[in-house]
C-alpha cells in the first residue's frame, strides 16, 4: 500500500579507533573549515550491502567479474553500469531492450533506486529517478574528535626490482582512524516523489513495506557492516517523524548537540518547542539510542515515544 505521510528525522553514527567516512588523503573527511563530516554515500552503502545481504535486488552497488582481455588474459574487473543492470535484473543484453516502460519498471524493482532514486543513462535510455529518500550530509557534534594514524606492518617485503635494495624488510602501511567521532544525519522520506512515475504505470509507488525495509535498514546497517576501516562504527541514535502530507519540516540534524560526561554521553535535542508547535499535523514520534551508553536530554516532546535501538523495546 502507498504510504500516505511523509517522514522527517536524524540518524546517529557513533566511531570509535575507526574511519566512517575517509577522503582522498585517508583521513576523516573535513569540510574546508574543519568540521569532520559524513557524505550520504557513507551512510547508504552498509544499507545496501545490508540489502543486498538479505536478498534484495541492488543496482547500484560495486561487484566483481572475470574478464578476458584481448591478450587472453583473464583480468578481474568491476562491472560496468550495463553489465550490473544486465546481471541484477536478468537480462541478456541491454541494447535489446529498446522499451523504456520495461526498463523503468525493473528500475523501480530494485530496492537502492526505490529509496533512494537514480541516474540512468544507458543505452539511449536517459532516465532520472529523485528518490523518495533524500539523505543529507552528518556532521560529527563531538568537538573532541582527534584523527589517529597507526603504522601498519606488512608479513611481506616488497618485490619490486626498483626497491630491492630498500626493501630488506617487511613493507610499511598506514591505517587511520579518528579516536573518537559522532555523526548526526538528516533525512526526509516524501512518497509523492514518485508521482509521476505511477501514472504512467511503471510503481506502485513508495509504500509502506518501503519505509520499513528503509527503517530497519537506517537502524542497524552500520553496527552490522564489520570490514577493517568501519569495526567501531555503529548506529547509536535514530529519530523518525512521522507527519501528515502536507506538513514540510527543516533540517532536523541542527538541533542536535552533543556532550561526554564522565561515563555517559548526551545527545541534546532542541527541537521540542518546533515539534510540539506542529502537533496537530504530527502522527508519530519514535526515537531509537543505545540506552547502555546515551542519555538523551530533551524538553518533553509530545506524542514521542524512546526506544532501544538494539532490542526495539520500549525505554
Given at each position: 500500500m502507498k504510504m500516505n505521510k511523509r517522514v522527517y528525522g536524524i540518524l546517529g553514527i557513533v566511531s570509535r579507533m575507526s574511519n566512517w567516512n575517509a577522503d582522498f588523503t585517508g583521513y576523516p573527511k573535513t569540510t574546508s573549515s574543519g568540521d569532520v563530516f559524513g557524505s550520504d554515500k557513507a551512510f547508504k552503502y552498509p544499507m545496501k550491502k545490508m540489502w543486498e545481504n538479505n536478498g534484495e535486488k541492488v543496482l547500484y552497488i560495486k561487484s566483481m567479474k572475470l574478464s578476458?582481455?584481448?591478450k587472453k588474459e583473464v583480468?578481474?574487473?568491476?562491472?560496468?553500469?550495463k553489465e550490473r543492470y544486465e546481471y541484477v535484473f536478468g537480462i541478456e543484453d541491454l541494447k535489446k531492450q529498446k522499451n523504456s516502460e520495461e526498463i523503468l519498471k525493473n528500475l523501480f524493482t530494485a530496492i537502492d533506486i526505490?529509496?533512494?532514486g537514480a541516474t540512468f543513462a544507458e543505452e539511449k535510455n536517459n532516465i532520472s529517478i529523485t528518490g523518495a529518500v533524500q539523505i543529507g550530509q552528518g556532521f560529527n557534534k563531538y568537538e573532541d574528535t582527534n584523527a589517529e594514524e597507526q603504522q601498519i606492518l606488512s608479513p611481506f617485503r616488497d618485490g619490486s626490482e626498483k626497491n630491492q635494495k630498500e626493501a630488506k624488510a617487511s613493507t610499511l602501511g598506514t591505517k587511520?582512524?579518528?579516536?573518537?567521532?559522532h555523526y548526526f544525519y538528516p533525512f526526509a522520506i516524501n512518497p509523492s516523489s514518485y508521482d509521476q512515475f505511477e501514472e504512467i504505470g511503471v510503481t506502485e509507488g513508495y509504500t509502506e513495506e518501503d519505509y520499513k525495509k528503509f527503517k530497519e535498514a537506517a537502524m542497524i546497517a552500520a553496527t552490522s557492516f564489520n570490514t577493517n576501516s568501519k569495526l567501531g562504527c555503529e548506529n547509536e541514535f535514530a529519530l523518525f517523524i512521522e507527519t501528515k502530507p502536507e506538513l514540510y519540516l527543516p533540517d532536523l540534524s541542527q538541533y542536535v548537540e552533543f556532550e561526554k560526561?564522565?561515563?555517559?554521553?548526551?545527545i541534546i535535542l532542541n527541537c521540542a518547542k518546533l515539534l510540539n508547535s506542529l502537533e496537530d499535523d504530527i502522527e508519530n514520534i519514535e526515537i531509537y539510542y543505545n540506552p547502555y551508553t546515551i542519555e538523551i536530554k530533551s524538553e518533553p516532546i509530545n506524542k514521542a515515544k524512546k526506544f532501544n535501538i538494539f532490542t526495539k523495546e520500549e525505554v
Open positions: 578476458e582481455n584481448k583480468e578481474l574487473l568491476p562491472r560496468t553500469l526505490k529509496n533512494f587511520i582512524v579518528s579516536d573518537e567521532a560526561e564522565e561515563d555517559r554521553n548526551i
